[in-house]
């Protein structure tokens, strides 16, 4: 299994421009989660998802918009870039929140994207 | 709101030595779990401590919680050079579909 992968893994944007980032994850996990990480503020979570079709807002979700099509994968869009969005994405999938088993609870990442917006 | 404070932020040991590091929280908690993050990879799970577990083992990790403290450590044993990582810990509050992570402790070994 490959696990968690994102695309790109490096990208640099100019302020205004658009993108999209690609999490994908072949472990048929119900839940995935975009985070940033930025020096000095741990991760924040940006979006997450608790099933195909289903989104919802994170504690940094504005100038973002997540899709769920398909159970594997998660995209994250950036519609016009700015300078503060600067960071390093990581995209994290976990099998559930089904409170009986201890491994739903754990979160398995991907290697991370990092953008720099000029 | 932000979940889970790591203290302290860095941490320089001689290998072979033993390395403690604690996270405090502010509400109730399901679980609290630990992560590790090598430079420029992404994080990984090391072990889950359920809020009615009061200590847990996993090689040479072991984790405390003190729930009345709303209190957390992580003590890595006999340190390798390779334990050279970012640890995070981070809280699932019950009720809440996510995991709120701290700021991270850096520790460094050196051999």
């Known amino acids: 299994n490959a696990g968690v992968t994102q695309t790109p893994k490096f990208r640099v944007l100019k302020t205004g421009q658009s993108m999209t980032l690609l999490c994908a994850q072949d472990m048929n996990h119900e839940y995935m989660y975009w985070y940033r990480q930025d020096p000095g503020m741990g991760l924040r979570l940006i979006h997450y998802?608790?099933?195909?079709?289903?989104?919802a807002k994170g504690e940094v979700p504005d100038g973002y918009n997540v899709s769920r099509l398909k159970k594997q994968n998660f995209l994250l869009g950036l519609e016009s870039a700015a300078p503060s969005q600067t960071s390093v994405y990581f995209c994290a999938s976990s099998y559930s929140w089904d409170y009986r088993a201890t491994a739903a609870y754990e979160q398995y990442f991907g290697p991370g994207t990092r953008l720099t917006v000029t | 709101s932000q979940q889970g404070e790591e203290d302290p932020q860095a941490l320089s040991i001689q290998e072979g030595e033993n390395a403690t590091m604690n996270c405090s929280y502010k509400?109730?908690?399901?679980?609290l779990q630990w992560y590790r993050q090598n430079s420029g990879r992404g994080l990984v799970h090391l072990i889950l401590?359920?809020?009615?577990?009061r200590e847990k083992h996993s090689g040479r990790l072991r984790v405390t919680l003190d729930t009345s403290k709303k209190s957390s450590s992580l003590l890595i044993t006999a340190s390798r050079a390779a334990d050279t990582a970012s640890y995070f810990c981070?809280?699932?509050?019950?009720?809440?579909?996510?995991?709120?992570f701290g700021k991270g402790n850096q520790v460094v070994v050196i051999p």
């Open positions: 401590i359920r809020s009615n577990e």
């Open positions: 998802s608790v099933g195909e079709g289903t989104t």
């Open positions: 981070a809280t699932y509050q019950y009720g809440n579909n996510r995991l709120a």
């Open positions: 509400t109730s908690i399901n679980n």
